[in-house]
Nanobody, 116 residues
Framework: QVHLVESGGDLVQPGGSLRLSCVAS????????MRWYRQVPGKERELVAG????????YYPDSVKGRFTISRDNAKNTVYLQMSSLNLEDTGVYYC?????????WGQGTQVTVSS
């Protein structure tokens, strides 16, 4: 079955950087777009980056554009989220997501805390 495992979350100071990873299994990884979301308590889950099945189609909302970079390594079944210039509003649980055969799949999430 589809399985997504995120890692890389940590406590980081404002202005710092982190790289999140999501290892996928159970589906043909290279054929599917992948997404990163984040969730803050009391708020809806927010899409922060998306990448097509190729590497040339990416999406970022204005809130992270220029600071976050999504990438994928199809040989490793892994999608990454490189985050820089982190600010307090980037705090949250970050989830990897894929939509396969009509169903949304999520990992367990990884906590990112931006604090001085």
């Amino acid at each position: 079955q589809v399985h997504l495992v995120e890692s890389g979350g940590d406590l980081v100071q404002p202005g710092g950087s982190l790289r999140l990873s999501c290892v996928a299994s159970g589906f043909s990884f290279s054929s599917y777009p992948m997404r990163w979301y984040r969730q803050v308590p009391g708020k809806e889950r927010e899409l922060v980056a998306g990448i097509g099945s190729g590497i040339d189609t990416v999406y970022y909302p204005d809130s992270v554009k220029g600071r976050f970079t999504i990438s994928r390594d199809n040989a490793k079944n892994t999608v990454y989220l490189q985050m820089s210039s982190l600010n307090l509003e980037d705090t949250g649980v970050y989830y990897c997501n894929v939509f396969v055969k009509g169903l949304d799949y999520w990992g367990q999430g990884t906590q990112v805390t931006v604090s001085s």
